[in-house]
């Protein structure tokens, strides 16, 4: 319930939130993501803040104009095989997933600035979109990273992609009625929950193999 010092306008819209933590061996910051509508100017920015733990020091990384597109889903996963180093990914208007990265100093300090990369390198999954992605979730067994896409348009999307040679592995595409709100693999699981809009809500057991 403490307001948090974002440094942003006093009329804007937040639209989406994530964050995780950083440090070795145990966590000491927050890097937290924040999009969000300047409704004055009618233009969308996505910022950046490092912050201890309590949010006491907190200062901005980036900020960054969203110009040709509306942010809707942010998250964030780990965008290299070591796990060492997380990246944030926003969905857009433009049906596509934006990664957004920066590598922290090899002291293990604070991060620089943030950077849109190239998500086709890191993430083959997301090369071809046909509608706006409401949600992402992922999970991973063994070598492997399984994502799951809900879409605008009430396509579900489960993609199985090699995480050492960022190869894609397989594709599996299903229909609903209606936008697909949200997906959620069960912990420590390749079992997929998905809710529907204008559909009961499901479970896929297993979708690493079916």
Not at 164 to 185: A, D, H, I
């Amino acid at each position: 319930q403490d307001f948090l010092p974002f440094y942003l306008p006093q009329d804007c819209q937040i639209i989406s939130v994530d964050l995780f933590t950083y440090g070795s061996p145990r966590p000491t910051k927050f890097i937290t993501g924040v999009t969000w509508l300047n409704i004055n100017e009618a233009s969308y920015f996505f910022n950046v803040y490092e912050s201890t733990l309590d949010y006491e020091n907190l200062s901005c990384i980036s900020s960054i104009e969203l110009d040709a597109w509306v942010p809707f889903y942010l998250g964030n996963i780990f965008h290299d095989t070591r796990q060492a180093s997380r990246c944030f990914l926003i969905s857009g208007s433009d049906c596509r997933i934006h990664a957004f990265a920066a590598e922290n100093d090899a002291g293990g300090g604070a991060y620089v600035e943030m950077s849109e990369q190239n998500t086709a390198a890191k993430f083959p999954e997301f090369c071809v979109m046909e509608s706006i992605a409401l949600w992402l979730a992922f999970t991973h067994k063994d070598d492997f990273r399984v994502t799951a896409v809900a879409q605008e348009n009430g396509t579900l999307l489960v993609f199985v992609v090699d995480v050492m040679t960022s190869e894609l592995k397989e594709k599996y595409v299903y229909y609903e009625e209606g936008p697909l709100t949200r997906v959620m693999f069960f912990e420590n699981s390749v079992d997929l929950f998905c809710l529907a809009s204008l559909a009961p809500s499901k479970v896929f057991k297993n979708v690493i193999d079916h």
